[in-house]
């Protein structure tokens, strides 16, 4: 089973960029097609983008499109989130997953960003 550990959060000022990564055990990380989730204080947890298992097919929540970029290295079993332009509105945990986990899936910790000036 595939475990992640996701890093990279913190303070940023409005306008600020950041980058998170997540690091995956287990040598099937590779098959998967993978995803940053978001939770934000009192929301539900948002699919935030996702990066089809050959890097290539990427898709972005309508709200991130144009800021933020998916992208995966198989052979270090990590997948990263560069963050641009952010927001007080993407203040929240991020997460890594595979594609449409569930709450039944193993998550990590997350990790968290806030953007406040």
């Known amino acids: 089973q595939v475990q992640f550990v996701e890093s990279g959060g913190?303070?940023?000022?409005?306008g600020?960029?950041?980058?998170?990564?997540?690091a995956a055990s287990g040598s099937a990380f590779r098959?998967?097609?993978m995803a940053w989730y978001r939770r934000a204080p009192g929301k539900e947890r948002e699919l935030v983008a996702t990066i089809g298992s050959?890097?290539?097919l990427t898709n972005y929540a309508d709200s991130v499109k144009?800021?933020?970029?998916?992208?995966?290295d198989n052979a270090k079993n990590t997948v990263?989130?560069?963050m641009h332009s952010l927001k007080p509105e993407d203040t929240a945990v991020y997460y890594c997953?595979?594609?449409?986990?569930?709450?039944f899936d193993t998550w990590g910790q997350g990790t968290q960003v806030t953007v406040s000036s």
């Open 16 to 22: 600020g960029s950041l980058r998170l990564s997540c």
């Open 54 to 56: 050959g890097d290539w």
């Open 80 to 82: 990263s989130l560069q």
């Open 31 to 33: 098959l998967y097609a």
């Open 66 to 72: 144009g800021r933020f970029t998916i992208s995966r």
């Open 97 to 103: 997953n595979k594609e449409a986990a569930s709450k």
């Open 10 to 14: 913190g303070l940023v000022q409005p």
